[in-house]
């Protein structure tokens, strides 16, 4: 598996089945979850872990777990994913963090890291983000990595806006 070096706070792991639980604690918190349809189940994310294992062994990059290099503590998720986007296959940076690690930096820091290891390892000339209109936490990620709304889509029959990573 291709995994990011560190970055300054922060080692990427290949997100497993070993983080299921943390992953659930992710996945069944409403406000961590507040723009996805639903909080997930044990099933769902164990389901979410496996379709990112696939990806993996298929893309060669998928969500990574993101722990603190300090103390080891599990972060959330961050990774690269292929979207599909009006029938073009495009790089998208995703992340989602614990709440309690919210306002601390670490969703840029991965974001950033993430966008640019997509670049340097994968050779992705573009790019992207998918985020919810009303998601204003993760499009000031966006924006901070100098990030532009493009085009709205309607993806997973919900609207989005797909943000161009410069």
Known sequence: MIVPPPSERIRFAPLTLDY??????LHGDAEVMRHYPNVFTREETQQWIERSLARMERD???FYAL???ETGEFLGQ????LQE????????VG???MRKHWHKGYATEAARHCRDFA???FCYKR????????NIPSQNVAKRLGAGIEKRIIKWDLPHDVWLHV
Request: aromatic residues 6%.
């Open 67 to 69: 722990e603190s290099l």
């Open 95 to 97: 992340y989602l963090l």
């Open 119 to 121: 670049r340097s390892r």
């Open 60 to 62: 060669g990059h998928s």
């Open 85 to 92: 986007v009006e029938g073009v296959f495009e790089a998208e």
């Open 127 to 134: 790019v992207i983000s998918l985020i919810s209109p009303e």
């Open 20 to 25: 299921l639980d943390v992953m659930c604690d």
């Open 78 to 81: 961050c990774g690269i994913l």
